[in-house]
């Protein structure tokens, strides 16, 4: 049994193949963390500890026992208000005005298979697959109830974790603050792992000592943001890529949120991940119900690789769904580089006879295609084909196309509006917008109110007559701007209005899949604003940053594998000098960096030489041979490109008989030192072969002693080694 309940003991223990979580009912019906780590039997309870601690509160029924204290003790969701000063999972304001809040232990259920979450994306498993339980806790003064949820998938070593909170009382009551994971650790001296960014540089490596206060990072936003990804890891001092414990949080959310490492007074360290509570209230009446999003964990003592490999492997067999789950990705060449808005039906025509000579399997008709649309000023939210510049029927271009053997893409963006545009003249009323105030601009649009039903219907209607137009096989789902203006018409209560408009656009998205189950989308917020387990849930691949350098997405890359698979990795190779940052790299670096993703050019096919397409068509070759390998094979980071002179990384497949080494040059000095790569997770008794060189080598020579890389030739120059057990 992966969950086991000890009447006796009073303790939930949760067991995965490699970990255990427990937790303990007390004598005061307080529900208390006891053990997360390595698999243990017994009862933990041993590791509590009671003393007189001054300034820390003692709950009533503790009558003049001063050694009992909730500001001391690890908490499953501490709550505010009952003697906690630390950071709480749950802040509530009564019907009086008071923010307090008392949860404790009335019932629990233990049944098979994972719960789903309704309206919100989550992980999913089957009776044999997972298990869940739910506790129930109340506080008896205002009838609140908080339904813990925990699913545990033994064979991933995931326990996920959420909470539902039910008004089972008399009175209104406000949420202001829920997370929807705690983790407090009693000892040990930790750093907090994060991913900060910027657009067109998302999701940089930051690792530093968890300190006495608190560490925290999120997103104000309206979306899980650029400038911070939802996924933090609390490392082990001493942990490394191979070695240590590390515990991980992703939220499954593609919102506001909020992630914090503190250590308390007591050198006691608290690890949380929820909502963002920044212009949240959710109003919850007698009855009512409102669910959180829901958090991933995992644990482990082998290393950061490992506990990345956990995430990889839940998020891409039980995140991801549908038909682009498990089956290889096209390669695809998007018009945005190539043409930007200055594009025909001829233009797009064209893109795919060059794509047809390049072995590309599908064209992207990106954005400018709608509306008045020739620019960011005018035309958005009007999603009615521009058959003028098109010089003829969607259908037409489509068929087209399909005739010359190419598959056909399109670019919408649903949740934005040009003031331009007469979806707004005629519905001024459908944006977030502040009465009596000039609304906030980003790119020259606004945020249509998907937490309005009638404005996700409208839009949904819309896009949907588009889709009929033919063979449409996939579509890049863009959001170019950050929530500012946040007022809706729809309601009186507006502190519910970001979590319902992602709820909007979750409800637009399970829609569409429906709708459309062979449908491919690829999300995108301007590239990398919207990168989360939440988003890849319905698009099984993400847009990872508009910046396509090959130099920086290294790093990028680099920083994302951390939390998120390779098969979620927007990926593509683009024009040199880049068009983002300028520089030059080789097309060999481009290309093997791309294919650390799903694969594709953004570039003009019509300005290449003869050669250049015929090398095109090479690579694409040489990704389709390794694209199962890349997409379901294990992943290993090799480097640091933050402090080494190369970036690199490798693919392993399950029964490491193959094995994919990449790494690309960074840094280049005269009389250079030699750089070596060492492969890690192949059989040490096994002797591999380079398949282009024929050379031989020891499993164990390699992990240990790598392989010297040639002196670099150029700068950024990049290496592949295609290696297979003998």
């Not at 409800?507 to 939440?534: H, K, M, N, Q, V």
């Amino acid at each position: 049994m992966a969950i086991i309940y000890d009447d006796r003991k009073k303790t939930f223990t949760l067991n995965t193949e490699s970990t255990t979580y427990q937790m303990q009912v007390d004598r005061y019906g307080f529900l208390l963390h006891l053990y997360y780590g390595k698999l243990a039997e017994g009862c933990m309870d041993y590791v509590l500890t009671y003393y007189d601690r001054g300034f820390s509160g003692n709950p009533y029924e503790a009558g003049k026992d001063r050694t009992y204290s909730l500001d001391a003790l690890p908490q499953e969701f501490p709550c505010r208000g009952n003697g906690d000063f630390r950071a709480a999972a749950l802040t509530v304001r009564n019907a009086d005005g008071t923010y307090c809040c008392d949860m404790r232990y009335r019932s629990h259920v233990i049944v098979k298979g994972k719960y789903d979450l309704p309206g919100l994306p989550a992980v999913y498993g089957t009776e044999q697959e997972a298990q869940t339980l739910e506790i129930t806790m109340e506080d008896s003064a205002s009838g609140l109830q908080a339904v813990l949820l925990y699913g545990v998938l033994p064979e991933l070593d995931i326990i996920t974790r959420s909470v539902r909170i039910v008004n089972a009382g008399e009175k209104k009551v406000y949420i202001e603050n829920i997370q929807s994971a705690c983790l407090d650790l009693l000892s040990g001296n930790y750093d907090v792992i994060s991913f900060y960014g910027r657009h067109a540089m998302e999701r940089n490596f930051q690792r530093i000592p968890v300190p006495h206060g608190s560490f925290r990072i999120g997103s104000r936003r309206g979306t899980s943001s650029h400038q911070y990804s939802p996924f933090m890891i609390l490392a082990d001092k001493n942990a490394t890529e191979d070695a240590g414990s590390c515990y991980a949080m992703n939220f499954v959310y593609s919102g506001g949120f909020s992630g914090e490492a503190e250590k308390d007074q007591f050198n006691q360290t608290r690890m949380m991940m929820g909502l963002q509570d920044e212009l949240f209230s959710y109003p919850a009446a007698p009855g009512e119900t409102f669910q959180a999003p829901e958090v991933i964990l995992s644990y482990t003592d082998k290393g950061l690789n490992r506990l990345s490999q956990h995430m990889h492997r839940c998020i891409r067999t039980h995140v991801c769904r549908g038909k682009y789950r498990d089956a290889a990705r096209p390669v695809l060449v998007n018009s945005w580089e190539a043409a930007y808005f200055d594009f025909t039906g001829e233009t797009i025509r064209k893109l795919a006879e060059d794509a047809k000579e390049c072995g590309i399997d599908m064209v992207v008709m990106d954005d400018g295609w709608f509306g008045s649309r020739d620019g960011d000023f005018s035309g958005l939210g009007d999603w009615h084909v521009n058959e003028e510049k098109l010089g003829g029927t969607l259908r037409d271009l489509i068929r087209q196309i399909n005739d010359m053997g190419i598959k056909f893409g399109i670019w919408i963006e649903p949740e934005m509006v040009n003031e331009d545009s007469d979806l707004y003249r005629a519905h001024p009323d459908w944006v977030l917008s502040v009465p009596g105030r000039k609304p906030v601009r980003a790119r020259y649009q606004l945020v249509l109110d998907f937490s309005r039903k009638e404005v996700v219907d409208a839009l949904f209607e819309q896009i949907c007559k588009i889709l009929d137009q033919g063979n449409i096989e996939y579509v890049k789902w863009d959001m170019n701007r950050s929530l500012s203006d946040v007022y809706s018409a729809g309601t009186e209560e507006q502190g519910r209005v970001l979590y319902d408009y992602v709820l909007g656009v979750y409800d637009f998205l399970e829609r569409l899949t429906a709708r459309y189950p062979d449908l491919l989308i690829e999300g995108c917020s301007g590239g990398g604003g919207r990168f989360d387990a939440g988003m890849m849930y319905y698009t099984p691949q993400i847009w990872c940053s508009d910046n396509t350098d090959a130099v920086d997405r290294v790093k990028i890359q680099y920083g994302s594998s951390f939390g998120y698979p390779v098969s979620a990795v927007g990926a593509h190779v683009s024009a040199s000098p880049n068009h983002q940052t300028g520089r030059r790299t080789p097309v060999y670096t481009r290309t093997v960096t791309a294919m650390a993703g799903t694969f594709g050019y953004e570039l003009n096919l019509g300005a290449l030489s003869g050669e250049e397409k015929k090398e095109i068509r090479q690579q694409t070759d040489l990704y389709r041979k390794y694209a199962p390998l890349i997409q379901n094979g294990t992943y290993y980071r090799l480097s640091n490109p933050y402090e080494d002179e190369i970036g690199a990384w490798a693919f392993v497949s399950e029964d490491r008989r193959k094995v994919l080494l990449n790494a690309v040059t960074l840094d280049v000095h005269g009389n250079m030192t030699v750089n070596y790569i060492k492969p890690k997770g192949l059989k040490e008794d096994a002797v591999y072969e380079d398949m282009s060189s024929g050379q031989r080598y020891c499993g164990a020579a390699l992990m240990e002693a790598g392989i010297p890389l040639p002196a670099a030739a150029c700068e950024y120059e990049a290496y592949q080694i295609y290696l297979e057990e003998v």
